[in-house]
């Protein structure tokens, strides 16, 4: 898993509750608690300070800080680890300390598993448009071709239909697509019929590439 660090500076204004000469001592702790989104927790300063110069006496103070930091990123919150990378402090005035805190967080991301539209939202524009162009023209493909399909089927029954049934002496007929090699000529011999025999049952007068004539086969 990949691991990703955050380093905050956090820059705090203390105002005391208490009117001090000098700061003794002071000390910083901190605790947190972690989820998937968030990192939590308290950081305590405490420590000692006289009231008055000549003081013998000291006093304590406590003061807890409450932070928390969003992650960009959902994270294994067990594998989180909060370091303290430096503590400052400056005196500002008798009441008042500004407390500088620099902290890391370092964590594993947790990869998701996209939903359906989280996909669907992730797909850009254009690819989208893509896939349904795609679509669209398979469409036209089926449609066309299914159109062929009737025409050709068509075009067999018309001229199956226009056989002269009247007519007992053919009992078989080949249907015949024009090729480009073609004639009447080459026709005739291959089907060992006439040009006259063909013009009783197909208009010859202005025959094309992909025609279908048919041709009846005479019983000997």
Same mark, same amino acid.
């Given at each position: 898993?990949?691991?990703?660090?955050?380093?905050?500076?956090?820059?705090?204004?203390?105002?005391?509750?208490?009117?001090?000469?000098?700061?003794?001592?002071?000390?910083?702790?901190?605790?947190?608690?972690? #989820?998937? *989104? @968030? =990192?939590?927790?308290?950081? &305590?300063?405490?420590?000692?300070? +006289?009231?008055? !110069?000549?003081?013998?006496?000291?006093?304590?103070?406590?003061?807890?800080?409450?932070?928390?930091?969003?992650?960009?990123?959902?994270?294994?919150?067990?594998?989180?680890?909060?370091?303290?990378?430096?503590?400052?402090?400056?005196?500002?005035?008798?009441?008042?300390?500004?407390?500088?805190?620099?902290?890391?967080? #370092?964590? *594993? @991301? =947790?990869?998701?598993?996209? &939903?359906?539209?989280?996909?669907? +939202?992730?797909? !850009?524009?254009?690819?989208?448009?893509?896939?349904?162009?795609?679509?669209?023209?398979?469409?036209?493909?089926?449609?066309?071709?299914?159109?062929?399909?009737?025409?050709?089927?068509?075009?067999?029954?018309?001229?199956?239909?226009?056989?002269?049934?009247?007519?007992?002496?053919?009992?078989?007929?080949?249907?015949?697509?024009?090729? @480009?090699?073609?004639?009447?000529?080459?026709?005739?011999?291959?089907?060992?019929?006439?040009?006259?025999?063909?013009?009783?049952?197909?208009?010859?007068?202005?025959?094309?590439?992909?025609?279908?004539?048919?041709?009846?086969?005479?019983?000997e």
């Amino acid at each position: 898993m990949k691991k990703r660090t955050i380093i905050i500076l956090s820059i705090i204004i203390l105002v005391l509750t208490f009117i001090f000469a000098e700061i003794l001592s002071i000390s910083l702790e901190h605790d947190f608690t972690a #989820n998937p *989104e @968030e =990192v939590l927790g308290n950081f &305590t300063i405490s420590g000692d300070y +006289k009231t008055h !110069e000549v003081s013998v006496n000291k006093e304590h103070f406590e003061y807890v800080l409450p932070f928390s930091v969003n992650m960009t990123n959902k994270i294994n919150e067990e594998s989180v680890n909060f370091e303290v990378e430096d503590f400052t402090y400056e005196v500002i005035d008798n009441d008042t300390l500004r407390v500088n805190i620099e902290y890391s967080i #370092n964590a *594993e @991301e =947790v990869k998701e598993e996209e &939903t359906e539209e989280e996909l669907f +939202k992730r797909v !850009e524009e254009p690819e989208f448009d893509k896939i349904l162009d795609e679509i669209e023209s398979n469409k036209e493909t089926e449609v066309k071709e299914k159109k062929e399909r009737d025409i050709e089927d068509e075009t067999k029954n018309t001229i199956l239909d226009s056989i002269n049934t009247k007519d007992d002496a053919y009992v078989t007929y080949h249907i015949h697509e024009m090729k @480009e090699t073609d004639t009447i000529e080459s026709i005739c011999i291959k089907y060992n019929t006439s040009k006259n025999i063909i013009g009783d049952y197909n208009d010859i007068s202005n025959l094309s590439l992909g025609d279908k004539i048919i041709i009846p086969e005479v019983n000997e």
